[in-house]
């Protein structure tokens, strides 16, 4: 089992930053990739940013060029560097890895929330 648990979320003005961290414990080897999803209320969880092992990254199109995801493999931790947020960007947004090619596993997520 992977326990995931984040931390740096909060509420920011528009315009601000926030760095969002994700540490993994447990059984950890074979880590395939480590991300950020987010869900606003009334929509789905959508992908936010995600890196794999080989330091590969994916963003969604709404986050690029203002955020950025990070990965110190020694410490087993994922970063998410926010920057210019928006109000649209206010949702919980929740750590994920993938351990190989099918296990996955969830953060307990953590409210980010930009005021206008």
């Known amino acids: 089992q992977v326990q995931l648990v984040e931390s740096g979320g909060g509420l920011v003005q528009a315009g601000g930053s926030l760095r969002l961290s994700c540490a993994a414990s447990?059984?950890?080897?074979?880590?395939?990739?480590m991300g950020w999803y987010r869900q606003a209320p009334g929509k789905q969880r959508e992908l936010v940013a995600i890196v794999t092992s080989d330091g590969s990254t994916n963003y969604a199109d709404s986050v690029k060029g203002r955020f950025t995801i990070s990965r110190n493999n020694a410490k087993n931790t994922a970063y998410l560097q926010m920057n210019s947020l928006k109000p649209e960007d206010t949702a919980v947004y929740y750590c994920y890895l993938r351990q190989g090619i099918t296990r996955q596993y969830w953060g307990q997520g953590t409210q980010v929330t930009v005021s206008s």
């Open positions: 447990g059984s950890i080897f074979n880590i395939n990739a």
